[in-house]
């Protein structure tokens, strides 16, 4: 345990910041898991809907921090792949 008073305090900081990544990071992969389920349905409407919001989990995880902003594109571009399989195939 650290014994300077900065450190200690920097220690809470980085626990509590471990602690919201880690919701941030479960509500992304809860959201993608959501995507894939209605992804699997060939539902067009409802794939561009769940895309959305999907893309919007994305974009706000990386822009609080919590992923970098190249693997939110890399995702993304990932996803749109998927869509565009399902799309093109009706």
């Known amino acids: ?3 300077i008073k900065s450190q200690i305090a920097r220690l809470k900081t980085n ?3 471990n602690v919201i990544n880690k919701a941030r990071k479960s509500q ?4 993608i898991k959501k995507f894939e389920a209605v992804l699997a ?3 067009k409407d409802e794939i561009i809907k769940a895309s959305k919001q999907v893309e919007s989990v994305i974009d706000s995880t990386a822009r609080k921090g919590t992923i970098h902003r190249n693997k939110a594109s890399r995702t993304k571009s990932r996803l749109q792949k998927q869509i565009s399989k399902v799309v093109d195939a009706k």
């Open 1 to 3: 345990m650290p014994r």
């Open 41 to 43: 349905t060939n539902n």
């Open 15 to 17: 626990n509590r910041n």
């Open 28 to 31: 992304l992969k809860n959201a």
